[in-house]
């Protein structure tokens, strides 16, 4: 009786190491699953799952996960097919209606040189305004299809965010002031600098100043901060705090700015990111700030002479 009683528990004890032996081989092919899976998400590979299990169960998830691989793959394969060839037809007639504008523009300078009535003044008046209008939305299209064309990584320098903020400025002097905006700034005495591509850092703030010269209701202030923090406000009241918040949406315009493409501010979010950067919006008591994060990555600590 002892006899037996001992071949049961050496079978008792075979069958548990036998058991925790499969369910340690289940348990790595689990991982070996969640760190494939992983792996093909994260970049763009061909390759499939594959498991050293025999287990029918596990390799029944793995073809099931490998199935929805393909499915994924090609969708986003048709996706990134489908928003590159958007973004060329974008750029094509962008490019195609430069021409037949250009010779709009011409003519239209031409009739101002010739003798014209009063009724004529005003419609060649409107037909000129209407043309400037097509033509800059044109341009800000193609301007738009050209950043999100370009590739990932661009060419960085070490850019000193105390002169970027007055050069652009300086360069906006003439449409802020026709605004009667007088800027507030206000600089560190220590240069403040990154690693980052010097026109894409002119544009952002060039995008950001042109929102400012639309909406403000007549002043402007400009902070930079040595953490890298750069705040465009201004008072705003024709804004809400969710209509701030769509500030940075494609094609969105706040109706009593006039005309735009509501392309500005997307297209300085989707330069500023491309950098490593952040930036946001936000609207409390009839005044809007536009704020621009550029974190630090050592450049700050080189010498830099002004």
Known sequence: MVHILCVLCVLLALIILLLLWKIQLLRQSAEELRRGLQERLDTDTNTLLAIPSRDSAMCRLAACLNGQLRLLRRERWQYQNGDRELKEAVANISHDLRTPLTAIC?????????????????????IRGRTDHLRSLTEEFFRYSAVLSAGEKERTELVSLNRAVEDSLAAWYGVLSAKSIAPEVELPERQVVRHLNRESVGRIFGNVLSNAAKYSSGDLRVTLEEDGTITFSNAAPSLTPVLAEKLFDRYFTVESGGQGTGLGLSIARHLTERMGGTVTADWREGTLAVCLRFPENGAQEISWSV
């Open 106 to 126: 011409g003519y239209l300078d031409l009739l101002e040189g010739e003798k014209k009535s009063l009724a004529a003044e005003r419609y060649l008046s409107l």
